[in-house]
Nanobody, 124 residues
Framework: QVELVESGGGLVQAGGSLRLSCTAS??????YAWFRQAPGKEREGVSCIGGRSPNIDYADSVKGRFTISRDIAKNTVYLQMDSPKPEDTAVYYC???????????????????WGLGTQVTVSS
């Protein structure tokens, strides 16, 4: 059974920091992404990481504040959230895919596997 399990969400003050984790079990993937969805808004791509180099991408709204990384041996991807803002409040979802070569990640909801999400609330 393939699973993506997110952890690390919670309440954080604006300007603080929080680290989300996503661990995959059941198979390996070469592309991972973080998405988020705030109440009344569409799901949006936050960051992705993929391939050997790896290639990394960020939404403009989080560039310079969030950092994505991965531990291949642990099948885990992380999202370090520094200086979060109240507008970062959302449910954060991990997504994964095994893309054909070259495995370039993208901030599009094309991923075949999704976690259940973890709530992140940023207080002002």
């Amino acid at each position: 059974q393939v699973e993506l399990v997110e952890s690390g969400g919670g309440l954080v003050q604006a300007g603080g920091s929080l680290r989300l984790s996503c661990t995959a079990s059941g198979r390996t993937f070469n592309n991972y992404a973080w998405f988020r969805q705030a109440p009344g808004k569409e799901r949006e791509g936050v960051s992705c990481i993929g391939g050997r180099s790896p290639n990394i991408d960020y939404a403009d709204s989080v560039k310079g504040r969030f950092t994505i990384s991965r531990d291949i041996a642990k099948n885990t991807v992380y999202l370090q959230m520094d200086s979060p803002k109240p507008e970062d409040t959302a449910v954060y979802y991990c997504a994964a895919e095994q893309a054909p070569s070259p495995p370039t990640c993208a901030l599009l909801p094309r991923y075949g596997y999704w976690g259940l999400g973890t709530q992140v609330t940023v207080s002002s």
